[in-house]
């Protein structure tokens, strides 16, 4: 495939297979010298659909024979397939009966971009975060062993899972005896020590049947000679293993007690197809380590395969976003202070701190896929006199509510914990929406919450969280600040403190309404005030750039409310536990809602799926349209 090439022309180059396959039987009746067309189509399938659709390109392009592979040998859905994250479970859903849906990859109403249950009976098991696979296919497994079942789990591992502790707990709940594959798809960083000329001979030989096969014959030859078959037979497997472990190191997963094959080209679709059928004659827990190259087949993403690892969708501007802002941000403050330390969980420039690793490398620490580690690792150099700051997505904070309990909260400690991707995040869906760390938080005692809408806001924020030593949380969205916020709410200039900020009705009118609410849907409060200006409703609102002590925040808002005014809290996270119940909890104690009607409008007991093709703020019934139709209720207009 030409770097030259379109990905329109590559398309139009050969579109012969796909279109026949529904279902994997469609896969399996191919004849097998028609795998290397078949392969070569569906890359061009996946970078035409990508590069306009947005996603993640390398690491299915990485994952094209493999994926057939697996179709050819079992049987799915009867043999459960589950992906680690599933963002690289493109291909299998070409192979199952998605294929002209693909167009919809990521759009509303269209295909996850992860696997989804409701979406196709071949995907098993929803997937969206890292390291969850093993544990689920082990539940799989099991219950096919208790029910009798003959089915096979096979689980597919990308290397950088294996830095997630979910992994290791999981193989350490393996047993032998499972019809369960373990695929580790390796394309970025060793896993086993089993490298040289040695192991590079092995694993060639075990690319070939006949290896198998040999292998077999002299094992089941050894255990019939008669009285001492079997003792010769241990003898021979304890003696190799010990003569391999002093020549080549221990093997992590045959001292886990399972089988082991590899390491091998996971691009080699014979290798592949060979190591996978033989490990299903095997009937039990089995490990199968391939290589894979992400980007595989198309010269750009081979050559820059981070660049092509999350694409945005084709016509996307390009502009400085809050996570960038961040890095730099802590590269100008760790000038002043020696002690601030940055933190990510193997997501470096997703949050914005590839800048900090580069200039700070002292102070830079990437943990891998490991958030519970991270903050209790933050705590710690707190606890010894640093400033750590975690940068987490909001979807990837989750995992460590209790570190932020026991480790953080408990102790007082001044952990800085930058929330990225916070609030509703359409193109990865469900499972990447900042919706709960908000519920979550508030809830948590000592933790104060900063909620900037611009960037010198950010930076504002940053340095107080620092400044006052206490645990912290900043949480913003996925992308770069609004103009329009900055215009209307910072007319004087930029920030030096982060508090309340006011858009008062045209011409000094009294507000029929006020609109009380924080983040980037500030943007759809502002065109619902728009919208009811024109119809003769005037409506101030209250931007908070900070959400909590809520107890504080509500003193501050008691004294800006004119008297009976009706008040709309509105906000894109959850509901239950949120900024709207808090808020109106604590202005209830204080006496600052009496006399007011108010109502809540936020995310309602919903994950929210777009089914539709319609904005995400729409989706969760949060947007302009919806805080009009409050107000109006609120006016009883």
Known sequence: MSERSTPAEMTAAAEKYLPAIHTPADLRALPAESIPALCQEIRETLVETVTNNGGHLASNLGAVELSVAMHRVFDCPRDHFIFDVGHQSYVHKLLTGRYEQFSTLRRGGGLSGFTKRSESEYDCFGAGHSSTSLSAALGFAQGDRMSGSEAFTVAVIGDGAFTGGMIHEALNNVTP????????????????????????????????????????????????????????????????????????????FEDLGLYYLGPADGNDYEAVETLLSEARKLNDSVVIHLKTRKGKGYAPAEAEPGRYHGMPPKGSVSVENFSHRLGEILIEESAKDDRICAITAAMSEGTGLESFREARPDRFFDVGIAEEHALTFAAGLAADGYKPVTAIYSSFMQRGYDQIIHDIALQKLPVLMCIDRAGLNGGDGPTHHGIFDVSFLSAIPNVTVYTPVTFAGLAVSVQKALAEGTPAAIRYPNGGEDDLLKTTFYKNGDPTDIGIRESNPENHATPAAIIITHGRITREALAAKARLADEGIPVGILLCEYIKPYKKLAEEITQRLPAGVPLLFAEEELRAGGFGMMLTDALRRNGGLDGHPYAILATDDSFVTQDKPEPIFRTAGVDAEAMMAAIRRLLDR
């Open 177 to 252: 005896g499972l019809r369960l594959i373990i695929i580790i798809n390796e394309n970025e960083m060793s896993i086993s020590k089993n490298i040289g000329r040695f192991a590079t001979h092995m694993a060639r030989l075990r690319r070939k049947s006949g290896y198998f096969k040999t292998k077999k014959g002299i094992s089941r030859f050894i255990k019939r000679i008669p009285l001492i078959g079997g003792g010769l037979f241990r003898a021979i497997r304890d003696t190799k293993k010990a003569f391999k472990n002093a020549m080549y190191g221990s093997n992590y």
